[in-house]
Structure formats: C-alpha cells, structure tokens
C-alpha cells in the first residue's frame, strides 16, 4: 500500500473557513451523539442513522450556518 502526505497552507481566509466548518462539524458531531445518548438513557430507543441524516437534511435548511457545510447525505439515506 501507498501513501502521499501532503502539507497545505492555506492563506488567513481559507484558514477561517476551515475552522469554521471544523467548529461546525464538531457541533453537530456532539449533537446527533447527545441525541442518541438521551434517547437510549430515556426510552431505549437506538436511533438510526439515517434517521440522524434526515434531521440534518432539516437542520441545514433551517439554519444558514449548517448550509455552508458540506454533507454527502442531503439527498438520499443509505
């Protein structure tokens, strides 16, 4: 097996957007977790995934902040 490390540097804007997006991310990482953990703790009810993709699908046009960020998921569940 190959691999190909490359080093980026990004200037002072592309910088912003990308912490920007990691920090959004991040939320919604931490989010979709807590929802799980508190539906499992409350009703033991695993939620499925693509129940978590349908609610990001809504999140994202809700919110402007979440448009931004990029998700293979907006369309189609698998």
Not at 44 to 58: A, D, G, P, T
Not at 67 to 77: E, L, M, N
């Amino acid at each position: 097996k190959k691999s190909f490390k490359y080093r980026l540097f990004p200037n002072k804007k592309q910088q912003r957007l990308l912490q920007k997006q990691l920090d959004t991310c991040r939320w919604l990482y931490n989010h979709f977790l807590k929802e799980r953990k508190n539906f499992w703790e409350n009703d033991k009810i695993s939620i499925k995934r693509s129940q978590q993709y349908k609610s990001l699908v809504i999140l994202k046009k809700e919110t402007l902040f979440f448009a931004d960020i990029y998700s293979t998921h907006t369309k189609s569940c698998k």
